[in-house]
């Protein structure tokens, strides 16, 4: 996720965590001292990584807070998830998460991917809300735009 000079330390039964602060400058600061959607996003990262297999990650808005390119990143690491065998429920309205959720699957050439990702709208009913499947098309992406879904995406 291009973070560099990742460490952590253990303090009297405290972990100390510092990183690079950016990629140009090697100078070391603690997490606290680094936006707010840096500190969010590392609790998601290591509970994905010490997760067993088989559980299920749920997730409400991870996006909130983050660059859209760290949106996207963590798309990635969320597939990353997905295909060691665990599993990743997430609650999003991030476009840049959607986006690269379809990308990876039109780019997939072994077509595993589509097997692997469900998208689903949550659209409101008389009888409470509902949820609509996303149709992923291996070749164009989304076939069936739900109305209101990203509607800059919407042919």
Not at 14 to 33: E, G, M, P, R, Y
Not at 59 to 69: A, D, S, Y
Not at 93 to 99: A, E, L, R, V
Request: hydrophobic share 40%; glycine share 8%.
């Amino acid at each position: 996720m291009g973070i560099t000079g990742f460490e952590g330390k253990v303090n009297n039964r405290h972990i100390n965590i510092s990183l690079n602060a950016n990629k140009f400058d090697s100078t070391a600061v603690d997490i606290s001292q680094v936006g707010f959607g840096v500190s969010q996003i590392f609790p998601i990262i290591l509970e994905g990584l010490q997760m067993p297999l088989g559980n299920t990650l749920l997730l409400e808005q991870p996006e909130i807070h983050l660059h859209p390119n760290l949106q996207m990143q963590i798309a990635d690491y969320f597939i990353s998830l997905a295909l060691s065998g665990k599993r990743v429920i997430i609650e999003t309205h991030s476009d840049h998460i959607i986006n690269r959720l379809v990308r990876r699957i039109v780019e997939d050439n072994d077509h595993g991917l589509n097997k692997l990702i469900g998208i689903y709208f949550v659209e409101p009913s008389e009888n409470g809300s509902t949820l609509k499947e996303v149709i992923l098309n291996d070749t164009k992406g989304i076939d069936n735009w739900p109305s209101g879904f990203f509607d800059q995406h919407s042919l």
